[in-house]
């Protein structure tokens, strides 16, 4: 499903935006540029790998869509590692993802890469935080790891930074508890 998308140029926005800005082929006008707080706006970690890629593989495109696509597999392994905890089918759940056809971005266009990128730091947050709704041990350790993860999320994609209302909202709806009697404790 992705192959055919692996041969694909820069497209459309990706060819100013990336092939041809100096900001994404040399590491220092990339440091220049991202040291400072507005930075944060433009998604620093994805534009990190865009700048990595440039220095180990040149400009050809094809290394670009193959990282997007060995990334979705990753998710899409997370996802069948994660999806018993939630009462869903592993193989469903992983197909439905590795499927989608919203996914079309991940082969077709490099520009697809902070939402792989966010995904990926967000399911391996669930994969640890999951702890909490199996009942097990959530060690000071875990939520020091799940933080840096949301942090890396939020660099991302900004999108990302709901990820602790997202974890709130499992907690509360975790099995053999109510939300509404926890909710009533709380007030």
């Known amino acids: 499903m992705y192959l055919p998308g692996l041969h694909n140029p820069f497209l459309g926005v990706e060819i100013p935006g990336l092939q041809h ?5 040399e590491l220092d006008t ?3 540029q991202f040291g400072s707080f507005r930075a944060l706006l433009f998604k620093p970690l994805t534009m990190l790998t865009f700048t990595l890629q440039f220095e180990l593989f040149g400009a050809d495109p094809f290394s670009f869509h193959l ?10 392994g997370l996802i069948y590692l994660i999806a018993s905890s939630f009462g869903a089918s592993r193989w469903i759940a992983a197909g439905v993802f590795a499927l989608h056809p919203l996914q079309t971005s991940v082969g077709g266009l490099i520009y697809g890469r902070p939402y792989e990128l966010g995904t990926f730091f967000f399911l391996l947050s669930l994969f640890i935080a999951r702890r909490i709704f199996m009942g097990r ?3 000071l350790k875990h939520g020091i790891l799940v933080s840096g993860l949301w942090c890396l999320m939020f660099l991302s994609k900004q999108v990302f930074v709901v990820f602790p209302a997202v974890v709130l909202w499992f907690w509360l709806c975790r099995p053999g508890v109510s ?7 709380l007030f």
Do not use: I, Y
């Open 21 to 25: 800005s100096s900001v994404f082929r």
């Open 30 to 32: 990339f440091a220049k």
């Open 67 to 76: 990282f997007n696509v060995l990334l979705h597999l990753v998710n899409t």
């Open 137 to 139: 041990e959530f060690t």
């Open 179 to 185: 939300p509404w009697h926890l909710l009533g404790q």
